[in-house]
Structures are given as C-alpha cells and as structure tokens.
C-alpha cells in the first residue's frame, strides 16, 4: 500500500511529518478498516483534553502541575494527530528541551487508559533504556492517579526491559541491539533519539510491525549528521 506524505512546519526548530492512508482504497482495505475500528476503544473525549485533565508534566520537568498544551502547542499538534485513524507515522525533528519526549510520554500515558495495545520503546543504548525508565518513566507511570490501577505493583512486572500492565505490555529496548529489533512484534512503537541508531536499524524495527494491520510508529529526535536515518 502506498501513502500519501504531508508535511507541517511550526516554530523554526520544529518540524513534524505525518503520513496518512490514501482516500482511493479498495474494497478489501475499507472493510479491514471497519473491523480494525470496531474493536478499538473510542475514548470519550480528544486524547489532548483527556491528558490535560489527568496527568501532570512530572517532578522530572521545569514545568510542574498539569498539563497546558498552551505552553507545548507542538505537542496538541502530534497528539491529535496520534489519535487520527488515518495517521500512521509521525516523525518530530525537534530542538533540545522543546518537549518531544514527554510528548511521547503522555501519548503512552494515554494508551494506557483509552487505547491499550502492546508497545515498544526503543532508545540507542540498553544504558540509557535502564536509565530513561528508573529517571522517567517509573516515575511518572507511579504518580498519576488516572492510572493507578493499572501500574503494576510488583517488580517481577515492571522491570527496565518490560512493564506488563493490566491490559498491555510495554518493552523497553535497545535499537543498537539486532536481537532486540529482531525479536518483538508490536502494534505501536516508540523510537526516541533515533539519529543514534545504527544504520539500518529503524528498517528492521519496522520489519516487525508492518504485517500488524493498525500499526503506529512516533519517532522523534534532535537533528542528526548528514546520511543519518531521520
């Protein structure tokens, strides 16, 4: 299947790509897409309002308290568009400190509640994986009370290379190991700093989810070297 690629632009040191389903599908393709939409939860309310009201930046950010997507509109933007049935990809090239991490962080957060499916998290070192969840992703996940009942409370399920939550499994891994990009098949897939990842990496990633029919993929980065990947 082809897809048509459209390109936003926001603040200089921002940018985002989503690439979108094409209107002329077949029949076989429509109907698959009724049934992959019959068995999705439809929250109630947009995925930005919903993470507005129930999650917080964490004590890890310079911005504590709930979330304002006034102070981070790029975020809104990737959100919304996450929530799209007809976004498949996105990919933010984002300046440092411009928030694209905890974007990514209150995407997952929102699954988690509104739309579970099995996700992989990869970063370019198992170090830095490790790090990410103690630092992160722990605690953020143990301090919001609209998920409280679905955090694990036991450490044999929530490790630094897999969370197995009530209605979901989330792996942390590590894009510079081949075994770890080999191994996992997903649905959704987180790739955080990819202009660090070896080349070729991102392909084998994607080799692993592009028979699932309602496959997701957020990438995000600061700006790579000339022939890297992003």
Not at 142 to 165: G, H, M, W, Y
Not at 205 to 217: D, L, M, Q, T
């Amino acid at each position: 299947m082809e897809y048509q690629t459209a390109e936003f632009a926001g603040q200089e040191t921002t940018a985002a790509q989503a690439i979108y389903t094409p209107e002329g599908r077949d029949e076989a393709q429509v109907t698959e897409g009724i049934a992959r939409d019959a068995w999705q939860i439809e929250p109630d309310i947009p995925a930005a309002q919903w993470i507005e009201r129930n999650i917080e930046f964490g004590p890890a950010s310079d911005m504590p308290g709930p979330v304002d997507f006034d102070i981070v509109p790029m975020s809104r933007f990737v959100i919304d568009s996450f929530q799209s049935r007809h976004v498949r990809r996105i990919t933010m090239q984002v300046a440092a400190q411009c928030a694209k991490t905890k974007t990514a962080e209150f995407l997952l957060m929102w699954m988690l509640r509104n739309r579970p499916s099995h996700v992989a998290w990869y970063l370019d070192t198992q170090d830095k994986v490790k790090t990410f969840w103690k630092t992160r992703l722990e605690t953020d996940f143990d301090n919001c009370a609209a998920l409280e009942d679905i955090v694990p409370k036991s450490r044999l399920r929530r490790t630094a290379r897999l969370v197995q939550f009530s209605n979901m499994d989330l792996h942390l891994l590590s894009a510079g190991t081949s075994g770890a990009r080999e191994s996992i098949t997903v649905s959704t897939v987180f790739l955080d700093e990819w202009r660090k990842y070896p080349p070729g990496a991102a392909q084998q990633i994607r080799n692993r989810f592009k028979s699932v029919s309602n496959w997701k993929e957020v990438g995000f980065s600061t700006a790579g070297d000339v022939g890297c990947e992003l």
